[in-house]
């Protein structure tokens, strides 16, 4: 659970936060966890866990998307913080080497590696730098694939904004990344190198409609009226135990 803490290594605010995280966990009476590898890093500490799903607000215009209407146009997009390790390298490689193919690639957020990210920027590749949550949707809006390539990550939020979009995502296969996501229907897996980016564009494009189709459907399941009465009845089973 340290690693997604961002907090420099060797601050005693870290140190004096885990201590006081893990008495909270020692002690609470109830845990919901979003992934399984939450529970695994919580069950050391307390077994009273419950796996929910994170949950979105979906779009206005979520029950009028249409997939046949949608074509693929070759915008990729990111969305997160500038940092190595989310592997945003890869990506601007696989953008630059697609050159030819019509890809454009947008970048959207900031962080401490921006500035020399911020060097691959020409015609194609666009930096955003940090935009305001409430603005994301309209550059998801304006895309067709959303691409991760973290090295870490727990359920992202972004790919759930995506799936709502219709954007169909390609990712490493972090985290709870795989519990979020059907690979090979909504999102094609890649090892986080630019070859395999390139082959997963590429596989999209030649499935587009059914992908967007099936990012969309998927993105029911995480509608925060439905994540919200899940949440409920695990909190009324539980006060029923006590």
């Known amino acids: 659970m340290e690693r997604g803490f961002r907090f420099y290594r060797k601050s005693i605010v870290k140190k004096l936060f885990l201590r006081y995280l893990h008495w909270v966990l020692r002690h609470a009476k109830l845990i919901f966890i979003l992934d399984e590898n939450s529970r695994r890093d ?3 500490y307390n077994r009273n866990l419950v796996k929910v799903k994170n949950s979105i607000a979906l ?3 979520y029950e009028s998307f249409d997939p046949e209407k949608r074509s693929f146009r070759g915008r990729l997009l990111f969305v997160g913080r500038l940092s190595k390790d989310k592997g945003l390298a890869g990506i601007l490689k696989a ?4 050159e030819g193919e019509g890809i454009t690639l947008t970048v959207v957020g900031d962080g401490e590696e921006g500035e020399y990210f911020r060097t691959f920027a020409d015609e194609k590749i666009r930096f955003t730098g940090a935009v305001a949550p409430s603005r994301v949707a309209s550059y998801m809006q304006n895309a067709d694939v959303l691409v991760m390539n973290s090295d870490f990550e727990g359920v992202p939020m972004t790919i759930l904004e995506a799936l709502s979009h219709g954007l169909p995502v390609i990712s490493t296969d972090v985290g709870g990344i795989a519990e979020t996501v059907d690979f090979g229907k909504d999102a094609v897996r890649t090892d986080g190198t630019p070859e395999s980016i390139i082959r997963a564009v590429r596989e999209i494009k030649d499935h587009y409609a059914d992908f967007a189709a099936a990012a969309h459907e998927h993105a029911r399941q995480y509608d925060y009226r439905t994540v919200n009465g899940e949440v409920c009845d695990n909190l009324r089973k539980f006060w029923r135990i006590l």
């Open 42 to 44: 919580y069950l050391p």
């Open 59 to 61: 779009p206005e215009d």
């Open 95 to 98: 953008a630059a080497q697609m």
